[in-house]
């Protein structure tokens, strides 16, 4: 069965800094992982997407996520932290085909200081 | 363009109780999925419907059940409510089954005293 480890709970960076947030998966074949951002009191919205093909993916709000098949990771990263992008992370994956459903980890949430 | 509609926002229930909640697709969304989170948790699927039937189903109680309507939306039902059942019940809506073109609500608030 698929599974995602995302190793840390919380994770806080000083704003302008860089950023990295860990995501490790289990399954089988090719997955399809996301990643997605859940703002206090908001749903989930997602953030980028790897299917297949180059495996450094560009998201929105200046993300960018690099899967590493060997390492079975998926990190999301961030060149300079705003203030805003404080909010709780959530890395997934899914198996390949139309009507798979993803597996979500236990999140990251992200404190950014002043 | 409305996104995905969920209500109520929040709701506090007694034990045993049951509760209803309600979710609208985002407009040309056919595809509704129920996910739970509770508190420090990610999102647990608890079940996708599609042309108005239960497609899929996580591991969930009998407990937990739903509907879809012609127009698309869903209901998530929840009897005999637990403590455990507290938590932020969230809609996800896509096309034609796709999952990976979920656009989730806001979520409902429910706690269970």
């Known amino acids: 069965a698929q599974s995602v480890t995302q190793p840390d709970i919380h994770i806080t960076v000083s704003e302008g800094a860089s950023l990295e947030l860990r995501c490790n998966y289990s399954?089988?074949?090719?997955?399809?992982l996301f990643w997605y951002v859940q703002s206090p009191g908001q749903g989930l919205q997602l953030l980028l997407k790897y299917f297949s093909g180059d495996t450094l993916v560009q998201g929105i709000k200046g993300f960018e996520a690099e899967f590493k098949r060997s390492q079975s990771s998926f990190n999301l990263r961030k060149p300079s932290v705003h203030w805003s992008d404080a909010a709780e992370y959530f890395c997934a994956v899914g198996e390949g085909g139309g009507s798979y459903i993803p597996t979500f980890g236990r999140g990251t949430s992200l404190i950014v200081h002043p | 363009d409305a996104g995905v509609t969920q209500s109520p926002t929040h709701l506090i229930k007694t034990r045993g109780q049951q509760v209803t909640l309600r979710c609208s697709p985002k407009s040309g969304h056919d595809t509704v999925s129920w996910y739970q989170q509770a508190l420090g948790q990610g999102p647990q699927f608890i079940f996708q419907?599609?042309?108005?039937?239960?497609?899929q189903r996580g591991n969930f109680p009998d407990r937990f059940s739903g509907h879809q309507f012609p127009n698309y939306s869903s209901e998530l039902n929840v009897n005999a409510l637990l403590l455990g059942d507290s938590a932020l019940y969230l809609c996800a809506s896509s096309p034609n089954r796709v999952s990976y073109g979920y656009t989730f609500g806001s979520g409902t608030r429910l706690t269970v005293v």
């Open positions: 399954y089988g074949a090719t997955p399809y």
């Open positions: 419907y599609y042309e108005e039937e239960e497609r």
